[in-house]
C-alpha cells in the first residue's frame, strides 16, 4: 500500500469527482459512447449522488496521492423485507469501485471496500453484495465475499 494516500468521505463538493470517475470506470467497461448519452448519464448520475449524499442513501469515499483522485467507491443501503438469511432486511450495495489505472494493484481498492463495509455496520447493515469485474473479484473474495447460489435475473425495461 502507498503510504501517501489519504481517504475522506464524500460530501457535496466530491459529487463532480464521483460522477467523473463513474463515468470513466462506465466508459472503461463499454467503450466508446455516443457524447450526448454520456452528458444523459452525467446529469443523472449528479443528481442521484447529490441527493443520496445528503439523505444519506449513499455513501462515497475517494482516495487521493499527492492531491489528486487515486479511486472511488461507493455504497448505497436499501430496507427490504426481512429474511432468514439477513433478518434485518438492510443491505449495502457496494458500487461505483475505480481505481485509476496508475494507482492499481497498491491495496487502495481493498482500503476503500473496508471503509464501506466499516460505514455501513454503523448503519446497522448485515449484509452487502456487489457485481464485480473480472479484474476486481479476486479483491473481493479475498475480504470475504462469496459467490452466491442464488440466480440472479434482470429485465431491462428500453421503452
Excluded at 470506470?25 to 443528481?47: I, K, P
Excluded at 489505472?101 to 447493515?125: A, D, Q, T, W
Aim: proline share 2%; with cysteine.
Amino acid at each position: 500500500m502507498v503510504s501517501n494516500i489519504t481517504y475522506h468521505r464524500a460530501t457535496q463538493g466530491d459529487i463532480h469527482t464521483l460522477v467523473n470517475n463513474r463515468i470513466l470506470f462506465a466508459l472503461e467497461l463499454s467503450g466508446d459512447q455516443d457524447e450526448n448519452l454520456v452528458q444523459f448519464l452525467r446529469e443523472q448520475m449528479t443528481s442521484y449522488f447529490s441527493n443520496a449524499t445528503v439523505d444519506h442513501s449513499c455513501i462515497s469515499f475517494i482516495a487521493q496521492c499527492d492531491g489528486k483522485v487515486a479511486g472511488i467507491g461507493s455504497v448505497h443501503f436499501r430496507q427490504m423485507p426481512g429474511n432468514f438469511k439477513n433478518l434485518s432486511g438492510k443491505w449495502g450495495y457496494i458500487m461505483n469501485m475505480y481505481t485509476i489505472p496508475e494507482f492499481r494493484r497498491k491495496g487502495i481498492c481493498k482500503h476503500i471496500l473496508n471503509l464501506l463495509v466499516e460505514e455501513g455496520r454503523k448503519y446497522s447493515v448485515t449484509a452487502f453484495e456487489l457485481h464485480a469485474t473480472e479484474a476486481g473479484e479476486k479483491v473481493y473474495i479475498q475480504e470475504g465475499f462469496i459467490q452466491h447460489k442464488e440466480p440472479t435475473l434482470r429485465k431491462i425495461l428500453t421503452s
